[in-house]
């Protein structure tokens, strides 16, 4: 048994290789990328005619959701000995530091690896097309999105709802628990339930303005 940081300590992770990279490192990396592709985006954005301020944060919301997904969690679901390489990338480290909040990514838990293979293969490639639709006010766009944050809703609920079922368990530390399985989390279940309200209104007023315009 590969001696790990993670809870439980009887966890079996045969072939674990320490972290390389410290938190400090890890998250200045991730956030310093982060905050880039969102001024990008911003920038980027303001070169298309008639959009409006909301349109344009909604634009770097869905590019950064969307690289996430496909960047961070792909790699995840598509390498499940990361913890076992001796030439870790990064990241490989940002999930073995992650599993301190939520030791089930290491122990490649069956729920997990699912519902994050579904975010990264089609929720990933969806959000960078509600860019586009954003973007080319495409009659689609709402739709989209609302789709879009419904599966995250959705993912969101599967992986609090069954880390309580198996136990609640999963973290080294209070520390960890709200900053990376409470906090890391949170966006993805605050700005969906805004977005899906905002594009559901707007769904239904172009609903009810066809209506009106049928019944003329």
């Known amino acids: 048994m590969g001696a790990h940081p993670y809870v439980p300590a009887s966890l079996d992770l045969p072939g674990y290789v320490p972290l390389r990279l410290t938190q400090l490192e890890i998250l200045a990396a991730y956030l310093g990328t982060s905050l880039f592709v969102v001024a990008a985006v911003w920038l980027l954005s303001g070169r298309c005619r008639r959009l409006s301020g909301a349109d344009r944060l909604l634009m770097c919301w869905w590019a950064f959701t969307g690289l996430t997904h496909i960047l961070i969690e792909g790699p995840f679901v598509f390498t499940p000995g990361f913890f076992t390489k001796t030439s870790p ?80 368990n999963f973290w080294i530390s209070p520390f960890y628990f709200w900053a990376y399985f409470i906090g890391a989390n949170s966006s993805w279940v605050v700005i969906p339930l805004l977005i899906a309200r905002r594009s559901w209104n707007k769904i239904c007023t172009a609903v009810h303005q066809s209506e009106k315009v049928k019944t003329k």
């Open 89 to 168: 990338n990064f990241f490989d480290e940002v999930w073995k530091e992650y599993s301190k909040g939520d030791s089930r990514y290491v122990a490649r838990d069956t729920a997990t690896v699912t519902v994050e293979g579904i975010t990264a293969v089609l929720e990933g490639p969806a959000s960078l097309l509600a860019v586009y639709a954003i973007a080319s006010r495409k009659s689609y766009s709402h739709i989209l999105q609302f789709a879009v944050c419904l599966g995250q809703l959705y993912g969101c609920i599967v992986y609090f709802t069954t880390a309580y079922l198996d136990g609640f």
